[in-house]
C-alpha cells in the first residue's frame, strides 16, 4: 500500500510540476509571439495552439495538488459566522459534495474520453491532435481531486485551511 501512495504522490507532483513548466513554456511562448509580430514577422500558428492546449491543461495538472496543499479558493464568510458544531457540520457537507461532483465530472470527462477515442475524433488546429489526449486529464483530474477531498474527510481534516483569524462576531466570543 504505501508503494501505491509514493506512486500516486508522485503522480500528483509530476502533474503539479509540469503545469507549472507548461504556464512558464506559455509566458515565452507568448513574448516571442509578440516579439514577433511587433518586428513585423509572421509567428507561428502554433504558438496561439500551444496556448490553448496550455490553457486547459494546466488547472486539470494542478488541481489537485492545489486540493492537498488547501491552496483553493473558497468562500468563508459564512462559514465565519457558524458556531463550532454548525461549522463542522456545515464542512462536512461541503466535503461530501466535493467529493460527489468531482466524482461525477470524473465520470463523465472519463466517458466524453472514451468516446472520443472510439470515434476517433480528432482536434484539428495547426496540429491535429486525438481529442482524447486533450480530454483525457480532465477526468484524471477530477477523480483526483475526490480523492484528495476523501483523504481530508477520512482524516477529520479540515480541507478548507484556516479561517481569517478567526474574525466576526463568534471569534469574539
Request: aromatic share 10%; proline share 3%; with cysteine.
Amino acid at each position: 500500500m504505501k508503494t501505491l501512495a509514493r506512486i500516486y504522490d508522485a503522480v500528483l507532483h509530476g502533474m503539479a510540476v509540469l503545469a507549472g513548466v507548461l504556464m512558464a513554456a506559455m509566458m515565452v511562448t507568448i513574448c516571442i509571439d509578440v516579439a514577433l509580430r511587433n518586428l513585423g514577422y509572421q509567428s507561428s500558428a502554433h504558438f496561439f495552439t500551444f496556448s490553448e492546449y496550455a490553457l486547459l491543461l494546466i488547472p486539470c495538472l494542478g488541481a489537485p495538488w492545489l486540493v492537498r496543499e488547501k491552496g483553493h479558493v473558497y468562500v468563508e464568510i459564512v462559514l465565519m459566522y457558524l458556531d463550532a458544531d454548525r461549522r463542522r457540520a456545515a464542512m462536512r457537507l461541503i466535503g461530501v459534495l466535493c467529493v460527489a461532483v468531482c466524482l461525477v465530472l470524473a465520470w463523465y470527462g472519463g466517458e466524453v474520453t472514451v468516446m472520443s477515442f472510439v470515434r476517433n475524433d480528432m482536434d484539428v488546429r495547426s496540429l491535429d491532435m486525438p481529442r482524447w489526449m486533450l480530454v483525457g486529464f480532465i477526468p484524471l483530474s477530477f477523480g483526483m481531486m475526490a480523492i484528495e477531498f476523501m483523504r481530508f474527510m477520512v482524516r477529520g481534516e479540515n480541507f478548507l485551511g484556516a479561517l481569517s483569524s478567526s474574525v466576526g462576531p463568534k471569534a469574539a466570543e
